[in-house]
């Protein structure tokens, strides 16, 4: 086991990067290690846990700005910025369940270092594009800032996006500044129930591409949606629209969109808590989780039809799923044009697959049949719908230090990313070869 090093401020994690630059170390930047698994399979010298670094420094809710050292966790500031009525409104997952990892663990860091979102992502974008300020230590071990604590600054290079999503092979970051929205008043999902993917898709991309200001739109195939509580006693599969906003709107929304949508499929609709249930849910891709939740003893109510109330799940328990089959099985986050995305799924399922459809289609979570990756099918599935990204989030260590995790670099992008980590780790400190072999 590699040495574990526990920085409790800036200046620490400057000593620590200096030793190991100076000793010819190598060292793996993690958080509280809730997504160790993501990425290449590597091996370090030691362990650069920056869990230490913890604390909001800065909350301005007017402001709509928060500033926390890195090792804070995002359940700490979504429970503090709740509290004002406002969110994170990139609406970032929880990696730990899939990753057989207890829920709530993640860092505000790690959530930048991986660029998180969730299903508001295509009207709300990334972590990055909320990003407003950073402190951090590169390779070299210098400690640097880049951006500011205000929505509109100019302050030299964009290093905040710049940074987001390098999975700490370029700089460990020692404290963050992000924006925040305020919360919706309420939420509703209307539900068609019932469609292929192919049908769900065409009402996705109409749904989306209406007036009706739709924030959430995912496909859950039947045998898939029996694993989600709020709408497990659906009996068919859920496509799912999201209105968020006041009562009077979402009621004018949701009827202008059943109007739209009633030729399309059976129609029916969640309540505000079921609504929440579920799109957590969707978020975090529990029902293909290694760590799932699941509700106390009960009846979990079935999907509302339309103009009924929606059944109400009770409150999830964590617990660890026995060791067993679905542990074993590889799993992947396909990025394609939304109307590709049931070309993909097709594909797959004939080797078995399980998909769950986010993003109006055009983000795909792919369960495999077992441990093997299968990465040569989905790649070609993924060039077959027209080109993509598919990043292979679960599998064995052998499978990640064998396997291409993420999407192969074209020459000239290489080139870039190669440039990056030359300016910020020329040694190749930070996490080598997390992302890919050499970088």
Not at 3 to 28: F, H, K, M
Not at 94 to 99: I, S
Request: proline content about 7%; charged content about 20%.
């Amino acid at each position: 086991m590699s040495e574990r090093l526990c920085p409790r401020d800036e200046a620490e994690v400057v000593e620590a990067v200096r030793w190991a630059v100076s000793n010819g170390r190598t060292l793996d930047v993690a958080g509280s290690g809730s997504k160790a698994g993501l990425g290449r399979h590597i091996q370090t010298d030691a362990t650069l846990e920056l869990k230490g670094l913890s604390g909001v420094t800065l909350y301005e809710p007017e402001e709509l700005v928060l500033s926390a050292k890195a090792g804070t966790t995002v359940a700490e500031i979504e429970a503090l910025v709740a509290a004002s009525k406002q969110m994170l409104a990139f609406e970032p997952m929880d990696f730990g369940p899939l990753l057989g990892v207890a829920p709530g663990g993640g860092t505000l860091g790690g959530l930048m270092a991986c660029n998180l979102a969730g299903p508001r992502r295509p009207s709300a974008g990334a972590a990055r594009d909320h990003a407003l300020g950073i402190r951090a230590v590169s390779g070299r071990a210098e400690a640097f800032k880049a951006g500011g604590r205000v929505v509109k600054n100019v302050t030299g290079y964009d290093l905040p996006r710049g940074l987001a999503g390098s999975h700490g092979t370029l700089a460990a970051f020692t404290e963050l500044t992000i924006k925040v929205l305020p919360r919706p008043e309420t939420v509703e999902t209307l539900l068609l129930l019932g469609l292929d993917p192919a049908a769900a898709a065409g009402a996705m991309s109409a749904a989306v591409g209406s007036y009706y200001d739709v924030s959430g739109a995912a496909h859950v195939p039947e045998a898939v949606a029996a694993a989600i509580p709020a709408v497990a006693g659906a009996g068919a599969s859920v496509t799912a629209l999201r209105l968020e906003g006041v009562a009077p709107s979402i009621r004018h929304r949701r009827g202008k969109l059943e109007e739209m949508l009633r030729e399309r499929g059976t129609l029916s609709f969640l309540d505000a808590e079921a609504s929440l249930t579920f799109w957590q849910a969707v978020r975090d891709v529990t029902p293909f989780a290694a760590f799932v939740t699941s509700p106390p003893r009960g009846e979990v109510g079935a999907a509302a039809a339309p103009g009924e109330g929606a059944g109400r799940a009770p409150s999830p328990s964590p617990r660890p799923l026995p060791v067993g089959e679905r542990e074993t099985h590889a799993l992947w986050r396909v990025s394609v044009a939304p109307m590709a995305g049931p070309s993909v799924g097709a594909a797959l399922a004939g080797l078995g697959a399980r998909c769950l459809y986010d993003w109006a289609g055009g983000l795909i979570w792919v369960e495999m049949p077992g441990a093997e990756p299968q990465t040569a099918a989905v790649r070609a599935a993924v060039a077959a719908a027209g080109g993509g990204h598919a990043t292979l989030i679960r599998a064995s260590a052998a499978a990640r230090a064998g396997e291409e995790v993420f999407q192969p670099l074209d020459p000239i992008t290489g080139a870039l990313i190669a440039r990056m980590k030359n300016g910020f780790d020329p040694g190749r400190v930070l996490s080598p070869g997390r992302m890919y072999a050499g970088v």
